[in-house]
């Protein structure tokens, strides 16, 4: 998850530098869909209209940079304000969780100074408590709990010839926006030797302890 989420952020941040070379936006000002419309679309969360009953339709970011360039796309398809308000979980929420984890390693310090034994299970939490703080850092910006897209084009506005590359095609269900953890960890796109070393750490410690 550490991997993946650093891949994410690295793909959202590319997503966003660009779209802003595209649409002549600043990054910060008002018209920019910042780093939460840049993950909005990492989740697949524009789609296209017009599909076949029983079947919906995304943009890829390459699709959704294209038709951006091509002015298909407005700058304002996407809204910052909207993406946040269907986001479930506010920075405020974030940090206290944050918080609430980093307290158990600040109890776990106070017993290693008094001289008190730290437990195997208090260990492994710790361990899991610096990984969940890095999955929080990358994932910061990320909208949480998305289930609605947002239709931002018509199927007969993409040029057929780009349509494998623009755009991916699903069964209808009722989550629209994919777990894409899942989809990745299953067509095994992690990158293996990232997660390796990621792993090279937390063997050490639980070893150690």
């Not at 017009?50 to 699709?63: D, E, K, Q, R, V």
């Not at 953890?181 to 997660?195: C, E, K, M, P």
Request: glycine share 8%; proline share 4%; net charge neutral.
């Amino acid at each position: 998850m550490v991997a993946h989420s650093i891949r994410e952020r690295h793909e959202a941040k590319r997503i966003h530098v660009e779209w802003c070379k595209l649409t002549g936006v600043q990054a910060g000002s008002k018209d920019d869909i910042g780093m939460e419309g840049a993950f909005f679309v990492t989740m697949r969360g524009c789609t296209v209209g017009g599909i076949s009953a029983g079947y919906s339709a995304s943009l890829t970011p390459a699709g959704f940079l294209a038709l951006t360039g091509s002015n298909v796309l407005p700058k304002n398809v996407l809204r910052r304000e909207i993406i946040n308000d269907k986001g479930k979980v506010s920075s405020l929420a974030k940090l206290l969780v944050c918080l609430q984890v980093l307290w158990m390693v600040v109890q776990c310090g106070s017993h290693l100074v008094v001289s008190l034994p730290v437990t195997l299970l208090e260990y492994h939490v710790v361990i899991q408590v610096g990984y969940t703080t890095a999955i929080y850092h990358f994932w910061w910006m990320k909208p949480k709990d998305v289930n609605e897209p947002i239709e931002v084009v018509q199927l007969c506005d993409i040029p057929e010839k780009d349509l494998s590359t623009y755009v991916t095609m699903q069964s209808q269900s009722k989550r629209c926006i994919p777990d894409q953890i899942v989809i990745t960890a299953f067509n095994g796109q992690t990158d293996a030797l990232l997660s390796t070393l990621l792993g090279i750490p937390s063997s050490t410690f639980h070893l150690l302890a």
